[in-house]
């Protein structure tokens, strides 16, 4: 079985303009997790969904972030404009919602520099 | 608010030897889940063991095992006979119910094993 599926794995940006990051979860899978990695904070948690629908996105950092799911099998994290503090990993992960003992599975991350 | 602690920022085993990596945990749910995954310097988000809070054994997974002392709060990973594969950042993480769900991670600890 195909793990999540993320693209592009790299992306290289000017300040300012827009970038587009995908997601594709396990096929299945009714959760869906936005986290952002950096050294000073760590893995954190930016939005979820359940069933399609944004469950909480207390940890967007502001409005130039803004997260869809279309679909059970696609979802988008899209900053505009973007800033060079933005550079960070970007993790999207899938689960089993409901079911506290179901793990969550990551893609590889997109590695995301604002120049 | 559940929280996850892990207060070794940086441990070294000698190759073939065990090493333990600290977790403690806070919640106020009965019900929850406690997750350890490995990330390797490539990136990746690897899921290695999981432990429910009513397990009554500890879980193994080959040469990881957990812990568990659910009165103390504390879910530490041990890995016996480390090979220089396991030189990785390992994260604690602990998932339940009432908290909609979503997953939290403490900072990690990464592991250098030496030959």
């Not at chain 1, 997601?23 to 979820?48: A, D, V």
């Not at chain 1, 950092?61 to 505009?80: C, G, H, V, W, Y």
Request: charged share 20%; with cysteine.
């Amino acid at each position: 079985d195909a793990g999540v599926i993320q693209s592009p794995r790299h992306e290289v940006t000017e300040m300012g303009q827009e970038v587009t990051l995908r997601c594709k979860p396990i096929s299945g899978h009714n959760s869906l997790f936005w986290y952002r990695q950096t050294m000073m904070r760590g893995l954190e948690l930016l939005i979820y969904f359940n069933n399609n629908v944004p469950i909480d996105d207390s940890g967007m950092p502001e409005d130039r972030f803004s997260a869809k799911m279309p679909n059970a099998s696609f979802s988008t994290l899209k900053i505009q404009p973007s800033e060079p503090r933005d550079s960070a990993v970007y993790f999207c992960a899938s689960g089993l919602s409901g079911r506290w003992e179901e793990t969550q599975y990551f893609g590889p991350g997109t590695r995301l520099l604002v120049l | 608010a559940q929280k996850i602690t892990q207060t070794q920022p940086g441990m070294f085993v000698q190759e073939k030897e065990a090493v333990t990596l600290d977790c403690t945990y806070d919640t106020s749910d009965p019900s929850y889940g406690l997750f350890w995954y490995k990330q390797p310097s490539s990136g990746e988000m690897i899921f290695l063991i999981y432990q429910g809070s009513y397990d009554q054994q500890n879980a193994t997974e080959g040469r990881y095992s957990l812990n568990f002392q659910k009165a103390r709060k504390s879910a530490n990973l041990v890995i016996s006979a480390s090979q220089l594969g396991d030189s990785a950042m390992y994260f604690c993480a602990i998932k339940s119910l009432g908290n909609n769900n979503d997953m939290r991670f403490g900072a990690g600890t990464r592991l250098t094993v030496k030959p």
